[in-house]
């Protein structure tokens, strides 16, 4: 019916409305439970050489890394509470590999903007287009 379409429409521009939400979330943390939840999605606990194993190569990991980071940029994120590079020596091999912290946030960017042609990619994509079918429902 007509007001389904307008109360699902009303659900979608609040979910598109997350870019201002967190901008202001930025600004004025309203309470400390929300800025503590706001404080761990900036922790750096998460690097790219975990995700290895969810990638099919290299490349396919840092086109993910690119992708996330324009979201990011996009939505007015500093990067460099979201991104920082560093990098890995190998003593065995005498070579030196660049490796990526992250943000929870950008962790899970990273891997939502991977190969979709991935099988790995795709589930993932998938289960989070399910929950959040789920929840606008």
């Not at 939502?112 to 989070?128: A, C, K, S, T």
Request: aromatic residues 12%.
């Amino acid at each position: 019916t007509g007001s389904d379409r307008i109360s699902h429409s009303a659900n979608i521009q609040e979910l598109f409305s997350y870019r201002s939400y967190s901008l202001q979330l930025q600004r004025s943390v309203p309470d400390m439970q929300h800025q503590h939840r706001y404080q761990e999605q900036l922790e750096m606990h998460f690097n790219a050489a975990s995700m290895e194993h969810f990638f099919e190569s290299d490349k396919e990991l840092g086109m993910a890394i690119k992708r996330a980071m324009a979201i990011c940029r996009n939505l007015g994120f500093p990067l460099e509470q979201h991104f920082r590079k560093r990098y890995v020596s190998n003593s065995d091999s005498h070579t030196l590999k660049i490796d990526w912290q992250m943000s929870k946030t950008a962790y899970f960017l990273t891997m939502i903007n991977g190969n979709p042609d991935n099988p790995l990619v795709g589930r993932f994509q998938w289960e989070l287009l399910k929950k959040m079918v789920w929840f606008i429902s």
